[in-house]
T-cell receptor, first 119, second 112 residues
């Protein structure tokens, strides 16, 4: 199993540009989570999907952020326009279907992250 | 609402010494508890988890944690620390919902 795959691993962009981060969850997992990690705020949950449907997006900082999950094997997090304060490491994580997993069902498997720098 | 407190932001130990990282949680029912480790430039990796049964759980890399309901704690321990254990450690709590609540992390430095 390849684990959770994220791309790109590093992104450097200029303020005002659109940024798209990509995530491929582990096959068979039906929940997907996007997190942001900074020194100041730690690990923050931005949004999570269950069966490709957004369940809780209360952590999305503002309308410049959007996330989609068009199918079970792909999700994107988009920032448009980007700002320097968006610089952070963005993680994607997935969880298995409860019917296929041992308890506790909400174990999350993390990707390696995307380090975003907005100049 | 559930919450996790890791009271130690940074801990320094000498290689070979024992280690205990503290975690206190707040949750209304029986919690699911996790410890994750994050090495520099890496994602979070699961060390161990607890959901029921024996309150002392064993994990990878020689780590263990003990669930104490009366103290709302789930402290992580290792009898002898190795230099490769230097990393950031996160405690997390979950319940019936799919999402986890993470603590703010404890940075571990290991001295030679």
């Amino acid at each position: 199993d390849a684990g959770v795959i994220q791309s790109p691993r590093h992104e450097v962009t200029e303020m005002g540009q659109e940024v798209t981060l990509r995530c491929k969850p582990i096959s068979g997992h039906n929940s997907l989570f996007w997190y942001r990690q900074t020194m100041m705020r730690g690990l923050e949950l931005l949004i999570y999907f269950n069966n490709n449907v957004p369940i809780d997006d209360s952590g999305m900082p503002e309308d410049r952020f959007s996330a989609k999950m068009p199918n079970a094997s792909f999700s994107t997090l988009k920032i448009q326009p980007s700002e320097p304060r968006d610089s952070a490491v963005y993680f994607c994580a997935s969880s298995p279907r409860p019917s296929l997993a041992q308890k506790p069902y909400n174990e999350q498997f993390f990707g390696p992250g995307t380090r975003l720098t907005v100049l | 609402a559930q919450s996790v407190t890791q009271p130690d932001i940074h801990i320094t130990v000498s290689e070979g010494a024992s280690l205990e990282l503290r975690c206190n949680y707040s949750y209304g029912a029986t919690p699911y508890l996790f410890w994750y480790v994050q090495s520099p430039g890496q994602g979070l990796q699961l060390l161990l988890k607890y959901f029921s049964g024996d309150t002392l759980v064993q994990g990878i890399k020689g780590f263990e944690a003990e669930f104490k309901r009366s103290q709302s704690s789930f402290n992580l321990r290792k009898p002898s620390v190795h230099w490769s254990d230097a990393a950031e450690y996160f405690c997390a709590v979950g319940g019936s919902a799919r999402q986890l609540t993470f603590g703010s992390g404890t940075q571990l430095t290991v001295l030679p």
